[in-house]
């Protein structure tokens, strides 16, 4: 037991570094705000694993990982999460190690060992589900019916959300020199990588969105506002959470099943590839880097399935 602690103290700063040294804060900082907040959770679990609760991810001393703490964390993840989770964790876990090279605070041999882990293999269930077209009327029909300022903001936001698939940390950031008018565009930063793309927007949504900027008025910043008590916008940024908020208080209200933000892009993806548009497009548009990921999303029933395959022409003749 004394030993453990002992190890576990060691791994703990002993003095606090300037955040342009510290390989954690470091990676951190170059990473998109939405992506951000999702890697420390990550990074502070992996603190928390290797220090017994004692040290988050700008407390821990990365630079002293090895391959025998590497690996016992990656067997921890493996027992506690999915997949897709342990490899994502991981992957941050490796990243702060490529910051601890580049700084100088670990040689390229303990460099190589600590990140030289298998990735996890396993499919994880698909998560969330497809909401059906009645279901989105139904929570624009109950944000109209708010007949204020915070229904029209909603309305847009899940005009934007199930129009064109944006993740949520997507939808918040965009501005109102984003959205063009005359083409029907928004020009949305990428969650995962600080890339742009352009997306369109369907004539219903268009419709909600004009809805919101005449109320909200076309002063610059953020799209998509909150709304104070008596209906005062203010021009800022939604966070991640108020999204999450928004989407469960509607659900209440509109009288639907639970759902979560990005399940209006699964939604998006799913009804996309129903339509039979290719899934280079579908990639393109929902802003994947590789099509095997927008694949991923796609939750068609095994009904679609079964009625595909009605397409093919096998030729047979019954012999007997």
């Not at 949520?168 to 969650?191: C, I, M, P």
Request: net charge positive; hydrophobic share 40%; proline share 4%.
């Amino acid at each position: 037991m004394g030993e453990d602690t002992t190890r576990q103290i060691d791994l703990m700063l002993s003095t606090p570094l300037p955040l342009t040294l510290h390989p954690a804060a470091v990676y951190l900082s170059s990473l998109t705000p939405g992506s951000r907040r999702t890697t420390e959770k990550a990074l502070n679990v992996i603190a928390q694993l290797l220090t017994s609760n004692q040290c988050d991810a700008l407390s821990v001393d990365w630079s002293k990982l090895r391959y025998q703490h590497t690996a016992a964390i990656r067997a921890i993840l493996i027992e506690k999460y999915s997949p897709a989770t342990t490899n994502r964790m991981l992957c941050a876990l490796r990243r702060v190690l490529k910051e601890c090279l580049r700084l100088g605070l670990m040689s390229a041999q303990d460099y190589q060992c600590a990140i030289d882990l298998k990735r996890v293999r396993g499919e994880s269930p698909l998560r969330g589900r497809v909401l059906k077209n009645q279901e989105i009327t139904a929570l624009l029909h109950d944000c109209q019916q708010d007949a204020s300022a915070i229904g029209l903001r909603d309305a847009a936001l899940f005009g934007i959300l199930s129009g064109c698939g944006l993740r949520r940390s997507e939808a918040v950031a965009l501005e109102v020199k984003d959205f063009k008018r005359d083409d029907n565009l928004l020009k949305v930063l990428h969650g995962k990588g600080g890339k742009w793309r352009t997306v369109y927007l369907p004539p219903s949504a268009v419709g909600v969105v004009d809805d919101w900027l005449k109320i909200r008025g076309k002063s610059p910043g953020a799209l998509i506002c909150p709304v104070k008590r008596g209906g005062h916008i203010h021009i800022e940024h939604l966070t991640d959470q108020a999204v999450m908020a928004i989407c469960q208080k509607r659900a209440e209200t509109a009288l639907i099943e639970a759902f979560s933000p990005h399940d209006f892009r699964r939604t998006f993806i799913t009804r996309l590839l129903e339509a039979g548009v290719d899934v280079l497009t579908v990639c393109e548009l929902a802003g994947h880097a590789n099509p095997a990921t927008t694949q991923k999303y796609d939750l068609r029933s095994e009904t679609a399935k079964r009625e595909a395959v009605k397409f093919l022409n096998v030729l047979y003749e019954n012999s007997l």
